[in-house]
C-alpha cells in the first residue's frame, strides 16, 4: 500500500537528474491548506522533465506540500535531496522527507536495510547505528516533517524486529531532537489494518517518539470497492485512541479502477470533510497525484489512485479535490 514508493533510488536518480536541467526560476505560491501530495508525475515509467515540473505546478494547485518516500535499502543520491527541495520551494511548497526501513514485500515484516547490512535485524547494533546516522543526515536537511518510518503496523505480526524498532525509534526521535528541537517528527500506521485487528494498543509503544501520529489510508482495499460507503467518523474517531495527541494522514488514496469508477472515487474524495471533521490532522497527503503504470496482480488496482490519469488528463476526483473547503 505505498504508491509513492514505487521509484527506486535508480529511477529517482534520472527523475531529478532530468528535472534539474528545466527548474522553473521563478517562485510560486501553494494552496493555503492541509492537503499535500506525494511525488507522482505524469506518464511513470516513461516520464520527461517537463512532466515533472508540471508535477510541481499541479502540486501547488492542490494543496501545501509534497512529500518524498524512500526506502533505506535504496537509497537516492544525496544531491537528489537538493534539487527536490529546490523545485518544491521554488513552486511555494512544504517539504517531507520520509525513510521507510521496512520492506515492502513479504507482507512488510522485515527490514529494509542497505546491502552492507543485508540479512541484519533491527537489534544489530551496527543496523541500529547505521539507522540513526541516515536520520540525523535527513533531519539535517531541515524538512518540515521527517518521517522516521511508514506502516510500522504491519511489523507488529514480527516478534523479533517490533520491539526492537520500537526502542529505535525511541533513540532515534531523542537524537533528532537534542540536536534539531524544532523539527517535526512523525511515522505512520496503516489504518485499514489497525482497525481490522483492532491495534491500537501499539500507538502507546510510540509515545514520546513522535511529534504527529500519521496514518495511512486506502479505504477501497477493505469492503466493495465500487461504492464509497465509509462512516462519517471514519477518521475522527482516531480521538478515541488518541484525543490530543497531534494526528495526519500520510497517504490516501482511493481506486479508480473497476468495480471503482472516477465517479465512486471523486464521492470519496468529495466526503473528505465528513471523515475529517474533528480529527483536526495537521495535513492530509494524496497517495498520487497521476495515475502509473507500474503494479500488477493484486496490486495492479495501485496504478489508479491518482486524481489525473497517467497522461495528465484530469479525472472527476481532481475538481472536487481543488473546491474542497477547509479540512477541520
Not at 499535500?36 to 515540473?53: C, K, Q
Not at 535485524?121 to 541500529?128: E, L, T, Y
Not at 524498532?165 to 526521535?173: G, K, Q, S
Not at 465500487?226 to 495527541?245: E, F, G, I, N
Amino acid at each position: 500500500m505505498k504508491p509513492q514508493q514505487f521509484t527506486g533510488a535508480m529511477v529517482l536518480s534520472i527523475l531529478i537528474t532530468t528535472a534539474s536541467m528545466s527548474m522553473a526560476t521563478t517562485t510560486a505560491s501553494a494552496k493555503d491548506t492541509i492537503i499535500g501530495v506525494a511525488l507522482s508525475p505524469a506518464h511513470f515509467p516513461n516520464f520527461s522533465p517537463d512532466d515533472f515540473n508540471v508535477f510541481f505546478d499541479e502540486a501547488a494547485q492542490v494543496g501545501s506540500q509534497v512529500t518524498w518516500i524512500f526506502q533505506w535499502g535504496s537509497l537516492p543520491p544525496s544531491r537528489s535531496f537538493v534539487v527536490m527541495e529546490n523545485l518544491a520551494r521554488q513552486h511555494g511548497l512544504k517539504f517531507q522527507l520520509w525513510l521507510s526501513p521496512i520492506t515492502l514485500s513479504n507482507d512488510r515484516r522485515q527490514p529494509d536495510l542497505p546491502k552492507s547490512l543485508a540479512g541484519k535485524h533491527f537489534d544489530d547494533p551496527q543496523v541500529r547505528r547505521a539507522y540513526l546516522d541516515e536520520v540525523m543526515d535527513l533531519a539535517a536537511r531541515k524538512p518540515e516533517v521527517l518521517g522516521l518510518a511508514t506502516e510500522v503496523n504491519f511489523l507488529a505480526s514480527n516478534p523479533r524486529e517490533f520491539p526492537s524498532f520500537v526502542t529505535l525509534a525511541h533513540e532515534a526521535y531523542a537524537a533528532v531532537k537534542n540536536k534539531y528541537p524544532q523539527q517535526i517528527v512523525t511515522l505512520s500506521f496503516q489504518w485499514e489494518v489497525m482497525r481490522a485487528h483492532q491495534q491500537f494498543d501499539l500507538l502507546k509503544q510510540f509515545a514520546g517518539s513522535v511529534d504527529v501520529y500519521s496514518f495511512t489510508s486506502y479505504p477501497d482495499a477493505l469492503g466493495d470497492p465500487s461504492k464509497a460507503q465509509v462512516p462519517d467518523d471514519y477518521y475522527s474517531s482516531v480521538r478515541k485512541y488518541l484525543p490530543t495527541q497531534r494526528v495526519a494522514i500520510s497517504e490516501l488514496g482511493w481506486s479508480s479502477a473497476p468495480p471503482a469508477s472516477e465517479e465512486v472515487q471523486a464521492a470519496f474524495f468529495a466526503r473528505l470533510p465528513e471523515f475529517t471533521r474533528g480529527a483536526r490532522f495537521d495535513f492530509v497527503t494524496l497517495a498520487l497525484l497521476h495515475d502509473v503504470s507500474l503494479f500488477t496482480g493484486d496490486l495492479e488496482r495501485l496504478n489508479h489512485v491518482g486524481i489525473r490519469m497517467i497522461d495528465d488528463a484530469p479525472k472527476k476526483s481532481w475538481d472536487v479535490i481543488l473546491n474542497l473547503p477547509e479540512l477541520h
